[in-house]
C-alpha cells in the first residue's frame, strides 16, 4: 500500500507542468519527513493554504498552480491572462481596468475587491478602494513569477478581509533561478512595445539578490461604440484615446534569516468610453495609478522547530484622474484619492506531534492617511476633501490534526476588530479524507468578510449624484464545498468541487427615492451554488492537456434575479506540444463563457475566443522567442458596462498579435 499510494503522489506532481521548488518568501522547510510524512513529500507544495509548505492534496481548498514553465508555454503576460485561462475564472474589461469574477460573482465595476491577491504572501490589495489590480497595473512582470498559487474559497480565518472567494498568491523567483542578466523586448498590435530587465545574484548558501524593471506602452485602437453614433460626437468612434503607459520595478535582497523585499509601479490609461458623463473623443480624459510596498522580515527555525515569521511593511497607493467635461465651458475635473498603511506581523508555527501541526500569529495595521478629493481645476472649485486614519488588528490560529492516517481535520479561526465597524470572526473548518491510493475527498466549510472602504463610507461629491453612508457594515461569506481530487492511470488527474455559498450584507450602490441621490448600502443577500471539474495531465510525447467545465446559478435572493456579469457556464481547454524535434513549442487555448446579464436587462452574446503560442525554447542558444496570437478567430463579443458608462456593453479586442524576444547574458 505505502508503494501505490506513493504512485498517485508522483501522478499529482505531473497534473502540473513542472515540479515546484521552494520559492522565496516561504516558510523555511522543516527537517526532511520521515514515516506517514514521506508518503506526502513527492507531490506540488502550496504555501498559500495554510500559510505553511504542504501537499496539494493535504490543503483544505482546491487548488490551481500555475508554473513558470505554463507562464512561458501560453506566453502569458499579465495576471488577467492567467486568471482567464484558469477554472471558474472570468475576466471582464472596461478599457480602463480589467476585474476578475469567480464562481458566478463578478460586479461590473467593483474592483476585484472580493478577491486577495498577494505578492510573496504581501497582501497587494489597496486599502482606499480595496482594488487589487491585476492588467498591466499589476507591476509584476510575469518573467519574475516561479508560480502563481491560487487557492479557492474564503479565506478571512488567515488573511482577513477581502478573502471572500478566493487567495492569488504570486511568489517571485529565487535568485538562483536567475543567475545573471536576462533582457526582453516586444511589441505588437495597437502600437504596443515593452521592454524588461531581470537580474539574479546567489550570495552565499541562503541568500540572494534578485532584481527586476519592465516597462509597457500601446498607443491603442480607434473604437467604435454605437451609443455615441452622431456628428456631434465623431460618429461613435474615439480616435486615439486609448493609450496605455505602464512601469514597474521590483527587487529582494535575502540574507540568511533577513529578507527585505519591494516593488513600485505606476501606470497610466487613457480612457476612451466617455464614462462618467465626460466629453467622448477626447485624449485628456484618463486615470493614473501608483502601488507600492517595501517589507522587512525573518524567517527561521528555532531550537524546538518552531517555524517562526516576524515582518513589518509600509505600503502606499495613489489615484489620480482628469475628466473632461463640458459645463460649458470646458472644464477638467480631477478625481484623487489613495492611502499609506504601515504595520507588523508576527507568526509560530509547530508540528507539536507527528498527528498535529499549530499555527498561530497576530498582526496590527495603521492607515497613515486616507485621502479622497474631487475638484474643478480652472475655475477652482472643491467638492470634497477628506483625509482619515484609523488602526485594525488581528489574531488568527489553525490546527491541522491526524485523525487517522488518511484522515485529517483542519480547524481555523481568526478575530479583526476594525477602527470604523467594530469586529469580525472567521472560522474555517476542513475533513480531507484518502479513501484509496488514489483519491482524495474533501469537505470544506469557510466564512469570510470584506470590510467597507474608505471610497464607499465616505465619499461625496456635493449633493450632486452621490452621498456617504459611514453607517455600513462588512459584508460576510459563508461557503459549503465538495472537493473530489482522482488519479487515473499516472498520466492524468481529475478534480471535481460542488459548492454553495451565502453573501449577506452585501454593499451594492442603490438610489435613495428620497433625494435621487446613489448611497452604498448593506442592501443585498447573494444565494449561489455551483459546481466544477477539470481533467489534467500528460499525454505521450510530452504534450499537455487540460480541460475545465464550470456550471454556477447565482442569485439575488430577495428578487430571485441571476446576478449582473454572471455566467452560468465556463468551459476550458488547453494543449501544449513540443515541435521542431522536441526543441520548441506550440500551446493553444480555447475559452467559452454564456451570455451574461448586464445592468440595463440585456445579454451578452456568447464568447468564444481562441488563443496560440509558439515558443522556440532551446532553438536558438541564449535566445528565446515568443510569438502570440490573441482572439485567434477575430470573435466579436463584450462585457457588461458599469454604471458609469453609456454602453450597456464594452466591446472586447479582435484578432491581435504579440513578438517577445527574451536574451540570456
Same mark, same amino acid.
Given at each position: 500500500?505505502?508503494?501505490?499510494?506513493?504512485?498517485?503522489?508522483?501522478?499529482?506532481?505531473?497534473?502540473?507542468?513542472?515540479?515546484?521548488?521552494?520559492?522565496?518568501?516561504?516558510?523555511?522547510?522543516? =527537517?526532511? =519527513?520521515?514515516?506517514?510524512?514521506?508518503?506526502?513529500?513527492?507531490?506540488?507544495?502550496?504555501?498559500?493554504?495554510?500559510?505553511?509548505?504542504?501537499?496539494?492534496?493535504?490543503?483544505?481548498?482546491?487548488?490551481?498552480?500555475?508554473?513558470?514553465?505554463?507562464?512561458?508555454?501560453?506566453?502569458?503576460?499579465?495576471?488577467? !491572462?492567467?486568471?482567464?485561462?484558469?477554472?471558474? %475564472?472570468?475576466?471582464?474589461?472596461?478599457?480602463?481596468?480589467?476585474?476578475?469574477?469567480?464562481?458566478?460573482?463578478?460586479?461590473?465595476?467593483?474592483?476585484?475587491?472580493?478577491?486577495?491577491?498577494?505578492?510573496?504572501?504581501? +497582501?497587494?490589495?489597496? /486599502?482606499?478602494?480595496? @482594488?487589487?489590480?491585476?492588467?498591466?497595473?499589476?507591476? $509584476?512582470?510575469?518573467?519574475?513569477? *516561479?508560480?502563481? !498559487?491560487?487557492?479557492?474559497?474564503?479565506?478571512?480565518?488567515?488573511?482577513?478581509?477581502?478573502?471572500?472567494?478566493?487567495?492569488?498568491?504570486?511568489?517571485?523567483?529565487? @535568485?538562483?533561478?536567475?543567475?545573471?542578466?536576462?533582457?526582453?523586448?516586444?511589441?505588437?498590435?495597437?502600437?504596443?512595445?515593452? #521592454?524588461?530587465?531581470?537580474?539574479?545574484?546567489?550570495?552565499?548558501?541562503?541568500?540572494?539578490?534578485?532584481?527586476?524593471?519592465?516597462?509597457?506602452?500601446?498607443?491603442?485602437?480607434?473604437?467604435?461604440?454605437?451609443? %455615441?453614433?452622431?456628428?456631434?460626437?465623431?460618429?461613435?468612434?474615439?480616435?486615439?484615446?486609448?493609450?496605455?503607459?505602464?512601469?514597474?520595478?521590483?527587487?529582494?535582497?535575502?540574507?540568511?534569516?533577513?529578507?527585505? !523585499?519591494? /516593488?513600485?509601479?505606476?501606470?497610466?490609461?487613457?480612457?476612451?468610453?466617455?464614462?462618467?458623463?465626460?466629453?467622448?473623443?477626447?485624449?485628456?480624459?484618463?486615470?493614473?495609478?501608483?502601488?507600492?510596498?517595501?517589507?522587512?522580515?525573518?524567517?527561521?527555525?528555532?531550537?524546538?522547530?518552531?517555524?517562526?515569521?516576524?515582518?513589518?511593511?509600509?505600503?502606499?497607493?495613489?489615484?489620480?484622474?482628469?475628466?473632461?467635461?463640458?459645463?460649458?465651458?470646458?472644464?477638467?475635473?480631477?478625481?484623487?484619492?489613495?492611502?499609506?498603511?504601515?504595520?507588523?506581523?508576527?507568526?509560530?508555527?509547530?508540528?507539536?506531534?507527528?498527528?498535529?501541526?499549530?499555527?498561530?500569529?497576530?498582526?496590527?495595521?495603521?492607515?497613515? /492617511?486616507?485621502?479622497?478629493?474631487?475638484?474643478?481645476?480652472?475655475?477652482?472649485?472643491?467638492?470634497?476633501?477628506? *483625509?482619515?486614519?484609523?488602526?485594525?488588528?488581528?489574531?488568527?490560529?489553525?490546527? *491541522? $490534526?491526524?485523525?487517522?492516517?488518511?484522515?485529517?481535520?483542519?480547524?481555523?479561526?481568526?478575530?479583526?476588530?476594525?477602527?470604523?465597524?467594530?469586529?469580525?470572526?472567521?472560522?474555517?473548518? #476542513?475533513?480531507?479524507?484518502?479513501?484509496? @491510493?488514489? +483519491?482524495?475527498?474533501?469537505?470544506?466549510?469557510?466564512?469570510? %468578510?470584506? #470590510?467597507?472602504?474608505?471610497?464607499?463610507?465616505?465619499?461625496?461629491?456635493?449633493?450632486?449624484? $452621490? /452621498?456617504?453612508?459611514?453607517?455600513?457594515? =462588512?459584508?460576510?461569506?459563508?461557503?459549503?464545498?465538495?472537493?473530489? *481530487?482522482?488519479?487515473?492511470?499516472?498520466?492524468?488527474?481529475?478534480?471535481?468541487?460542488?459548492?454553495?455559498?451565502?453573501?449577506?450584507?452585501?454593499?451594492?450602490?442603490?438610489?435613495?427615492?428620497?433625494?435621487?441621490?446613489?448611497?452604498?448600502?448593506?442592501?443585498?443577500?447573494?444565494?449561489?451554488?455551483?459546481?466544477?471539474? !477539470?481533467?489534467?495531465?500528460?499525454?505521450?510525447?510530452?504534450?499537455?492537456?487540460?480541460?475545465?467545465?464550470?456550471?454556477?446559478?447565482?442569485?439575488?435572493?430577495?428578487?430571485?434575479?441571476?446576478?449582473?456579469?454572471?455566467?452560468?457556464?465556463? #468551459?476550458?481547454?488547453?494543449?501544449?506540444?513540443?515541435?521542431?524535434?522536441?526543441?520548441?513549442?506550440?500551446?493553444?487555448?480555447?475559452?467559452?463563457?454564456?451570455?451574461?446579464?448586464?445592468?440595463?436587462?440585456?445579454?451578452?452574446?456568447?464568447?468564444?475566443?481562441?488563443?496560440?503560442?509558439?515558443?522556440?525554447?532551446?532553438?536558438?542558444?541564449?535566445?528565446?522567442?515568443?510569438?502570440?496570437?490573441?482572439?485567434? %478567430?477575430?470573435?466579436?463579443?463584450?462585457?457588461?458596462?458599469?454604471?458609469? &458608462?453609456?454602453?450597456?456593453?464594452?466591446?472586447?479586442?479582435?484578432?491581435?498579435?504579440?513578438?517577445?524576444?527574451? &536574451?540570456?547574458?
Amino acid at each position: 500500500m505505502r508503494t501505490r499510494r506513493s504512485s498517485w503522489r508522483t501522478l499529482l506532481a505531473g497534473a502540473v507542468l513542472s515540479g515546484l521548488p521552494l520559492a522565496a518568501g516561504a516558510q523555511p522547510s522543516p =527537517p526532511a =519527513p520521515t514515516g506517514d510524512e514521506a508518503l506526502f513529500a513527492d507531490i506540488p507544495k502550496v504555501i498559500s493554504a495554510s500559510r505553511y509548505e504542504q501537499g496539494v492534496n493535504e490543503a483544505p481548498a482546491s487548488i490551481t498552480i500555475v508554473t513558470a514553465e505554463e507562464i512561458r508555454l501560453f506566453g502569458y503576460r499579465t495576471l488577467a !491572462e492567467v486568471l482567464r485561462n484558469t477554472r471558474g %475564472f472570468y475576466v471582464s474589461y472596461d478599457r480602463n481596468y480589467e476585474y476578475a469574477g469567480t464562481r458566478g460573482f463578478g460586479r461590473p465595476g467593483d474592483y476585484s475587491n472580493r478577491v486577495l491577491v498577494m505578492v510573496d504572501g504581501h +497582501t497587494h490589495n489597496e /486599502k482606499w478602494a480595496g @482594488a487589487n489590480y491585476i492588467g498591466q497595473d499589476f507591476g $509584476i512582470d510575469l518573467d519574475l513569477v *516561479e508560480r502563481i !498559487e491560487i487557492v479557492r474559497g474564503p479565506a478571512s480565518a488567515l488573511y482577513g478581509s477581502n478573502a471572500l472567494f478566493a487567495v492569488i498568491n504570486v511568489i517571485t523567483k529565487r @535568485a538562483q533561478d536567475v543567475e545573471g542578466l536576462n533582457l526582453r523586448a516586444g511589441g505588437g498590435s495597437f502600437g504596443s512595445g515593452g #521592454a524588461g530587465l531581470l537580474f539574479g545574484k546567489t550570495l552565499g548558501e541562503k541568500g540572494g539578490l534578485l532584481l527586476g524593471a519592465s516597462g509597457h506602452g500601446a498607443t491603442g485602437q480607434n473604437l467604435f461604440y454605437e451609443e %455615441f453614433n452622431a456628428p456631434a460626437t465623431n460618429f461613435g468612434v474615439a480616435e486615439d484615446a486609448d493609450g496605455e503607459l505602464s512601469g514597474a520595478l521590483f527587487g529582494r535582497l535575502r540574507l540568511n534569516d533577513w529578507t527585505v !523585499e519591494g /516593488k513600485a509601479s505606476r501606470r497610466k490609461k487613457e480612457v476612451p468610453t466617455g464614462s462618467y458623463g465626460t466629453m467622448f473623443n477626447d485624449g485628456r480624459n484618463y486615470t493614473s495609478d501608483g502601488r507600492g510596498f517595501a517589507e522587512l522580515r525573518r524567517e527561521r527555525i528555532t531550537a524546538n522547530g518552531a517555524e517562526t515569521t516576524a515582518r513589518i511593511y509600509y505600503d502606499w497607493i495613489d489615484y489620480y484622474g482628469d475628466y473632461i467635461y463640458d459645463n460649458p465651458p470646458i472644464t477638467v475635473n480631477r478625481d484623487e484619492g489613495g492611502a499609506q498603511w504601515a504595520g507588523a506581523e508576527y507568526r509560530w508555527g509547530k508540528r507539536a506531534t507527528r498527528r498535529q501541526r499549530l499555527v498561530a500569529g497576530a498582526q496590527y495595521e495603521y492607515s497613515l /492617511k486616507l485621502f479622497q478629493r474631487n475638484y474643478d481645476e480652472d475655475p477652482f472649485l472643491s467638492r470634497l476633501d477628506q *483625509e482619515f486614519r484609523y488602526f485594525n488588528y488581528s489574531a488568527y490560529a489553525q490546527d *491541522e $490534526i491526524t485523525l487517522a492516517p488518511r484522515v485529517l481535520l483542519n480547524l481555523g479561526v481568526r478575530h479583526d476588530r476594525y477602527q470604523t465597524f467594530g469586529a469580525s470572526t472567521s472560522p474555517r473548518a #476542513a475533513l480531507i479524507f484518502s479513501p484509496r @491510493a488514489a +483519491t482524495t475527498l474533501k469537505l470544506l466549510y469557510g466564512s469570510a %468578510f470584506r #470590510a467597507p472602504t474608505t471610497y464607499e463610507l465616505y465619499y461625496e461629491d456635493g449633493g450632486i449624484s $452621490i /452621498k456617504p453612508n459611514p453607517s455600513l457594515d =462588512p459584508e460576510e461569506i459563508r461557503t459549503v464545498e465538495a472537493v473530489w *481530487e482522482q488519479g487515473f492511470r499516472r498520466r492524468f488527474s481529475f478534480v471535481g468541487s460542488v459548492y454553495r455559498y451565502t453573501i449577506d450584507d452585501l454593499i451594492s450602490q442603490v438610489l435613495d427615492p428620497a433625494d435621487l441621490l446613489l448611497q452604498f448600502r448593506n442592501a443585498e443577500t447573494v444565494v449561489a451554488h455551483g459546481a466544477e471539474i !477539470e481533467i489534467s495531465g500528460r499525454l505521450a510525447r510530452g504534450a499537455f492537456v487540460r480541460f475545465s467545465v464550470t456550471h454556477q446559478r447565482a442569485r439575488d435572493d430577495m428578487t430571485g434575479r441571476r446576478l449582473t456579469n454572471s455566467p452560468e457556464r465556463t #468551459a476550458l481547454a488547453s494543449v501544449a506540444f513540443p515541435i521542431l524535434g522536441g526543441r520548441s513549442d506550440l500551446a493553444f487555448q480555447a475559452r467559452y463563457i454564456s451570455p451574461r446579464l448586464t445592468l440595463a436587462g440585456g445579454e451578452t452574446r456568447a464568447a468564444y475566443v481562441g488563443d496560440l503560442t509558439f515558443t522556440s525554447g532551446n532553438l536558438w542558444p541564449w535566445f528565446d522567442v515568443t510569438v502570440g496570437v490573441r482572439n485567434l %478567430f477575430d470573435r466579436d463579443y463584450g462585457d457588461p458596462g458599469a454604471g458609469e &458608462h453609456v454602453q450597456d456593453q464594452i466591446p472586447q479586442d479582435g484578432r491581435s498579435y504579440f513578438v517577445a524576444l527574451r &536574451h540570456r547574458f
